[in-house]
Nanobody, 128 residues
Framework: VQLVESGGGSVRPGGSLTLSCAAS???????????MGWFRQAPGKEREGVAA???????SYADSVKGRFTISRDSAKNTLYLQMNSLQPEDTAMYYC????????????????????WGQGTQVTVSS
């Protein structure tokens, strides 16, 4: 299983970015209902859950990004997306994609313990 993020970069406050996470190795019935999410880690801070799609397809968001970020998944392409609008300097962080073949639901999908597989991260910097 491999997760590769892309789409990070530098933007001004108020700008937008779309992150992508290409997943490979997720084949077979074991991965029919994966748990997938986006996390971020700013310098000196703990990694936090940003957005997730649980095994039942329900979406969860951190309060800090609700209304600004949108998570989506293209199952045919095995790709997870994070559309980020109205970016602010506090959104600056390394963003990681995470996935798991195990069932997850609701708020648990925003916790690190729900995930076994992680990408290498993509940097998002928001500054004027």
């Amino acid at each position: 299983v491999q997760l590769v993020e892309s789409g990070g970069g530098s933007v001004r406050p108020g700008g937008s970015l779309t992150l992508s996470c290409a997943a490979s190795g997720y084949t077979g019935s074991r991965y029919n209902r994966p748990c997938m999410g986006w996390f971020r880690q700013a310098p000196g801070k703990e990694r936090e859950g940003v957005a997730a799609i649980d095994s039942d397809g329900r979406l969860s968001y951190a309060d800090s990004v609700k209304g600004r970020f949108t998570i989506s998944r293209d199952s045919a392409k095995n790709t997870l997306y994070l559309q980020m609008n109205s970016l602010q300097p506090e959104d600056t962080a390394m963003y990681y994609c995470a996935a798991s073949a195990f069932y997850c639901s609701g708020w648990y999908s925003l916790t690190q313990s729900a995930y076994a597989d992680w990408g290498q991260g993509t940097q998002v910097t928001v500054s004027s």
